[in-house]
Each structure stands twice: as C-alpha cells, then as structure tokens.
C-alpha cells in the first residue's frame, strides 16, 4: 500500500469516538544523575525539580486510565510532551504506560517539544514508541514516519511532528518543507475519499496563538496547506489551557482545539487536567461532532464529566476536494 494512500474505505455512517489526551509529561526524572545532564536539559531537570514534578501527579495518571476504561473510546489521541526533557529511560517508561493503556492500533501518538529536547538518537526515543506512532502503511523509518495516517471508521488521522530540539529556554516547533508536501498529499486524498479528517499537532498552528519563543515557526505554512486542501478538526496541546479557534477554508473553517495537560493537579495556577471526548457522526449535509470535557476533581481522585460542546462542521465537497 502506498505510504499516502487511506487503509480502508470508509464507514461514513458510523459514530466514532475517540478520546484526546495532550502533554502528560508522565515520567519519572528521580533516577537520573548529575552527570547524565547536560545543557538544556540540566535547565529542564532544575524546572522539574522545581515545579513540574509536583504539577503532574501519578494519582491523576491513575484516575485518567480508570476513566478511559469507563468511557472505552473507539481510539485514543496524544498530541504530545509525554515525557519532561527526553531522557532515553523515559521513552521506555513512556512505552511501558501506554502498552498498559491498551493495544497500539487504538492508540496514535504524536511527540512534542519536551520529547525532542535534545536529539537523542532514533533507537533510544522515538523508536520506543513507533507502534503507537506508525501509519497504517508500517512505516518504519525515522525520516519518513510523519506526517503519518490511520484510517479509523469515518475518521482519518493524520499526525505531525513539530517536535524538534531548540535552544535553552525556547520550546519552539518547526515542521519542514518535506513534511508540509506530504500533509499537503494526505489531506488532498483523505478529504476526495470523504475521511472526517483530524489533524493532531503539538504546538498551537494559529500564528500570535503563542509565545514567540514557544511558538510554531512555519504556523502560517500549515494554515495555508490547510486553507487550501481544509481539515474538518485540527488538535494541539502545548500550552497546557483550553482553546478553541478555526481557520478558514474552501469549505468553510477548520476546527482548531487546544487542551490542557491531562495529567495536571492544578497547582501553580494551572489548569486542572482534562481529556476530550470527541464523537464523530456525517449527517446529510454536515458532520456532526459532540465534545464531551472530562476534568479531574482534586476531592474525589477522579475525572468526572465538565461539560458538553456539540458543533456542525461543514462537508468537503467533491468540487472543494478537486480544486
């Protein structure tokens, strides 16, 4: 099968659910040593330290699993910064949460700035994880493993990596020509085939919807490609807050939702942890997406329901889809 070519036809008249869970940032830094530490990450290690240790909490890890087992999506998403500064022990720690999560083909796994932050070589990161990352073509080499596709049901998702190591004190995130063409490739033909298309990106793509040392440095590529070929939802992280935003395409404006971190206790300000419920259904003329919030309660241990968003999204036609 070709790498840019969609698994499967399409159930376009089935609902899916699928859930999305962003900047986890779930392992442990307690057994490292000074002298594995060296420029950028020893300010990363002295910020978890710090603070971050005591920001996202294995309690709320353990509540977040036991809810997804209670809610049971039809697929999970992880839009990023699963680990805190890209030590080769978390990527197997990492590995090791999410085979307890469930099996790789329900999981797609995208990584962020915090799992680039410095390169530490294809077999001893992002290798760990290439089942939960891998289109459903199998690809398997490092340079080519994104954008990536999986087709489920009605929905295709298609995964970016805006991951790359930056200078100390910058979480900035870049996705390249060669990327971008291929994404470019992929919505074309998953939008022809009638694919409900999520994007899933770390960094928020809305160039101004960040910090410019944290920000998305070819942001105004993206919404180009997206603006040109549309998207029906795009799904970031990064900036640990809730956010909703669109951008506009031929077919009418493309979804684009940031979640907090879904493991967070809520200290030092931050937001509490939350997932998102996301259930896709086509309608005769539109899709109909239900947004279900789920939010940990500090008192009780558990993620319980916040609220409901329900949304119309406009469908691709097949003059849109040609053009």
Wanted: glycine content about 6%; some cysteine.
């Amino acid at each position: 099968m070709d790498a840019m070519t969609p698994a499967a036809e399409p159930d376009l008249a089935a609902a899916f659910t699928f859930a999305q869970l962003s900047d986890l940032h779930l392992s442990s830094l307690d057994d490292v040593r000074w002298r594995q530490l060296a420029n950028k990450r020893l300010l990363g290690y002295l910020s978890w330290h710090k603070r971050r240790r005591d920001i996202h909490d294995r309690v709320v890890l353990d509540a977040l699993q036991q809810d997804l087992k209670r809610s049971a999506p039809d697929h999970i998403a992880v839009t990023g910064d699963l680990t805190h500064i890209a030590m080769p022990a978390e990527f197997l720690q990492v590995r090791h949460w999410l085979e307890s999560l469930g099996d790789a083909n329900d999981i797609s796994v995208i990584p962020g700035n915090h799992d680039a932050y410095l390169n530490s070589g294809w077999q001893k990161s992002w290798h760990q994880w290439q089942a939960f990352m891998a289109s459903d073509s199998e690809l398997d080499h490092a340079d080519s493993l994104f954008p990536s596709l999986r087709t489920r049901g009605p929905v295709a998702f298609i995964g970016l990596s805006s991951a790359c190591a930056s200078l100390p004190l910058f979480a900035t995130g870049t996705l390249g020509a060669q990327q971008l063409e291929k994404f470019e490739q992929l919505l074309d033909e998953t939008g022809k085939a009638g694919f409900f298309r999520v994007v899933l990106i770390h960094h928020p793509p809305i160039p101004g919807s960040e910090k410019w040392r944290k920000r998305l440095t070819d942001g105004d590529k993206f919404c180009a490609v997206v603006a040109r070929h549309g998207a029906e939802l795009v799904l970031h992280g990064h900036r640990h807050r809730a956010s909703q935003n669109s951008i506009e395409t031929r077919s009418g404006p493309a979804t684009v939702i940031g979640i907090p971190s879904s493991s967070s206790n809520g200290n030092s300000a931050n937001e509490l942890a939350q997932y998102y419920l996301y259930t896709v259904q086509r309608q005769t003329q539109h899709w109909q997406l239900d947004i279900g919030v789920q939010e940990y309660n500090p008192t009780t241990r558990k993620f319980a329901h916040l609220r409901d968003v329900q949304l119309e999204i406009a469908r691709q036609s097949s003059d849109t889809a040609n053009s």
